[in-house]
């Protein structure tokens, strides 16, 4: 296997006994590639590792260091956890299931020859490739915005620095001052995550800039959990928060980075922090693989397989997939599935039925949590819903308390189970 060393080297966690490893393994011994170590990528690296003991050569591929969820870093902007929480290593991955981390990043797929190329310049040959490379944002969705722009007006929808921006920004808002947010367009990752985040937002503005407001401009006539929030908001932040649907001119939003303002429908508002979420696509490794099909990558739901090439899967935020929101708990599911496949493709070993299952928690106020959820199957055409279930609008504040304490316990579960911590 050719590996950059000096990529290899720069991993997380290697321990002498690691480096000492060889970097070949047996000749014969089949090679599974997962590019992106993320809810998907990380869990199907460490099943695929961990079940099957040594049988199959397992790499992943992820240019981070440290990997900080996307998934509860709106409790970061709420003041209910700290960033370094949402922070998670891959040294366990390691130095316990011989994974092979190799922190660079995938700039190309070679389908024919079997092979991806890294920006160090190696190359990784596979038999299987797993691609979960999350999202990616599709240019000129929101007008006025561009990457470029990401410092003025963040997007805060990949976790880490972005985050931290955002939160140092609200913080630094003038008294009486206009938080905004232009959110994006269906489909996308985390369908509550928009409006959790202005919760999140307005729990931080009650405490240390009260006489604030919020803006929401939404281009959709509806969101996930909308009369669970709407309730919310009226409890907890009466008068604060507005939003703007696409009857109001939310469809119809531009913004001027340079200048603070968000124009609605022809008009002009100044605004002191800016939160845009553009529209989404699949991560861009997945376009360059050629396994895309408009802004995402068509799967099988039996096994997460392209539809284009057979030997590649791929996982969580960046498939179209069928029924299955966006989220983490989607690509942690997909990633157990996927990797039951994988191993029984390579080894002969049992394929079970494939079963899906997602929660989305979020939180609205302090111990106010709700969520949404369901179980899915895969058939012909996709992973098709089976049943669901959703927080209901008056529910006491015990049963919110013990949904907001549950969705904690997930989170330790979920983290674990991506990284193999103790």
């Known amino acids: 296997m050719t590996i950059n060393r000096r990529v290899f080297l720069g991993s997380v966690g290697v321990t002498a006994g690691i480096l000492a490893a060889p970097m070949v393994r047996a000749q014969g011994t089949p090679r599974v590639v997962v590019i992106g170590g993320g809810a998907g990528g990380a869990t199907v690296a460490r099943y695929i590792a961990k079940d099957s003991e040594g049988a199959i050569d397992v790499t992943l591929i992820e240019p981070t260091k440290a990997y900080y969820t996307c998934f509860f870093s709106n409790l970061y902007l709420g003041e209910f956890r700290e960033m370094d929480s949402?922070?998670?290593?891959?040294?366990?991955?390691?130095?316990d299931y011989g994974i092979n981390v190799v922190h660079d990043w995938a700039v190309g797929v070679d389908r024919d020859a079997k092979t991806v190329a890294l920006a160090g310049g190696g190359t990784v040959p596979y038999d299987r490739l797993i691609i979960s490379p999350g999202i990616d944002f599709i240019d000129g969705s929101v007008e006025g915005w561009s990457l470029a722009a990401q410092n003025a007006m963040p997007h805060a929808y990949k976790g880490g620095s972005q985050t931290e921006l955002l939160k140092a920004q609200i913080m630094n808002m003038p008294q009486g001052g206009t938080f905004a947010m232009v959110a994006p367009p269906n489909p996308y990752r985390c369908p509550p995550g928009p409006y959790e985040r202005v919760s999140m937002v307005a729990h931080l503005l009650t405490q240390m800039n009260p006489t604030a407001k919020?803006?929401?401009?939404?281009?959709?006539?509806?969101?996930?959990?909308?009369?669970?929030?709407?309730?919310?908001?009226?409890?907890?932040?009466?008068?604060?928060?507005?939003?703007?649907?696409?009857?109001?001119?939310?469809?119809?939003?531009?913004?001027?980075?340079?200048?603070?303002?968000?124009?609605?429908?022809?008009?002009?508002?100044p605004v002191d922090v800016c939160n845009v979420i553009p529209a989404m696509k699949a991560g861009h490794i997945a376009e360059v693989a050629g396994i895309t099909e408009g802004n995402w990558a068509p799967v099988n739901a039996?096994?997460?397989?392209?539809?284009?090439?057979?030997?590649?899967?791929?996982?969580?935020?960046?498939?179209?997939?069928?029924?299955?929101?966006?989220?983490?708990?989607?690509?942690?599911?997909?990633?157990?599935?996927?990797?039951?496949?994988?191993?029984?493709?390579?080894?002969?070993?049992?394929?079970?039925?494939?079963?899906?299952?997602?929660?989305c928690w979020s939180l609205i106020g302090t111990d106010d949590g709700v969520k949404v959820g369901a179980t899915y199957e895969a058939t012909e055409e996709k992973i098709a819903k089976v049943d669901g279930f959703i927080s209901e609008v008056g529910e006491s504040r015990e049963v919110r308390e013990a949904t907001y304490q549950e969705s904690i316990g997930w989170y330790e579960g979920i983290t674990s189970d991506m990284f193999g911590k103790a």
Request: aromatic share 8%.
């Open 214 to 269: 919020i803006l929401i401009l939404d281009p959709k006539e509806k969101f996930s959990k909308q009369a669970l929030f709407e309730a919310g908001w009226a409890d907890h932040y009466a008068g604060m928060i507005e939003r703007i649907d696409p009857d109001f001119g939310g469809a119809d939003v531009s913004v001027d980075p340079a200048a603070m303002t968000v124009t609605v429908d022809g008009e002009v508002t």
């Open 86 to 95: 949402l922070g998670h290593s891959y040294g366990t991955l390691a130095a």
């Open 302 to 359: 039996a096994d997460m397989s392209s539809k284009r090439d057979e030997n590649i899967h791929v996982l969580g935020d960046a498939t179209q997939q069928g029924d299955m929101p966006k989220s983490g708990f989607s690509a942690n599911s997909q990633a157990k599935v996927c990797a039951n496949a994988v191993r029984g493709a390579l080894t002969g070993s049992t394929v079970f039925p494939a079963r899906f299952a997602n929660t």
